[in-house]
T-cell receptor, first 113, second 112 residues
Framework: DAGVTQSPTHLIKTRGQQVTLRCSPKSGHDTVSWYQQALGQGPQFIFQ???????QRGNFPDRFSGHQFPNYSSELNVNALLLGDSALYLCASSSPRGTDTQYFGPGTRLTVL | AQTVTQSQPEMSVQEAETVTLSCTYDTSENNYYLFWYKQPPSRQMILVIR??????QNATENRFSVNFQKAAKSFSLKISDSQLGDTAMYFCAFKYGNKLVFGAGTILRVKS
């Protein structure tokens, strides 16, 4: 049973650039959530996608956008990168049924120079 | 606002001993879920245990158990027979709507 996968593992960008991160959910899951984890802190919720639509959004600017595809995989896009966007970006998948526990992928480490 | 507080930034425990990590939360909800996640240096966030607020019985998963005090809004994690592989950052999380709200984490070091 494949777990949540994310790509790439690491990424280095410069200020002002744009980045796209990718996530494939755990088998049987149809909901994808994205979190940003700054060094030494707990993850912060960015947004959640279900049925190809953004269902809930956290306190992040419009520079952060996403997409969910018919196969439930998802992308996180960040435009006009800032130094403060350097973080570990975690994807979590879940099913809307049952306990709705979120299972996390290994993350993408983004460094903005 | 929903908040989660982990008051212990760092903890240490000897191998084979028991350790308890503290967590308190603030909510006006009555039905909700609480979780403990573990994040080792490999950075993969791993689910340790979950608790449904409507269940009075404390959740248990092998060496991991919780002490859930709903009235006090407390959700502590007890690790028995600590192992070197338990060394990690532990996060307490509260499910609010569709999102998880995390505490700041507790670094646990298991010493041999």
């Amino acid at each position: 049973d494949a777990g949540v996968t994310q790509s790439p593992t690491h990424l280095i960008k410069t200020r002002g650039q744009q980045v796209t991160l990718r996530c494939s959910p755990k088998s049987g899951h149809d909901t994808v959530s994205w979190y940003q984890q700054a060094l030494g802190q707990g993850p912060q919720f960015i947004f959640q996608y279900y049925e190809e639509e953004e269902r809930q959004r956290g306190n992040f600017p419009d520079r952060f956008s996403g997409h969910q595809f018919p196969n439930y995989s998802s992308e996180l896009n960040v435009n006009a990168l800032l130094l403060g966007d350097s973080a570990l970006y975690l994807c979590a998948s879940s099913s809307p049924r049952g306990t709705d526990t979120q299972y996390f992928g290994p993350g993408t480490r983004l460094t903005v120079l | 606002a929903q908040t989660v507080t982990q008051s212990q930034p760092e903890m240490s425990v000897q191998e084979a001993e028991t350790v308890t990590l503290s967590c308190t939360y603030d909510t006006s909800e009555n039905n909700y879920y609480l979780f403990w996640y573990k994040q080792p240096p490999s950075r993969q966030m791993i689910l340790v245990i979950r608790q449904e607020a409507y269940k009075q019985q404390n959740a248990t998963e092998n060496r991991f158990s919780v002490n859930f005090q709903k009235a006090a809004k407390s959700f502590s994690l007890k690790i028995s027979d600590s192992q070197l592989g338990d060394t990690a950052m532990y996060f307490c999380a509260f499910k609010y709507g569709n999102k998880l709200v995390f505490g700041a984490g507790t670094i646990l070091r298991v010493k041999s």
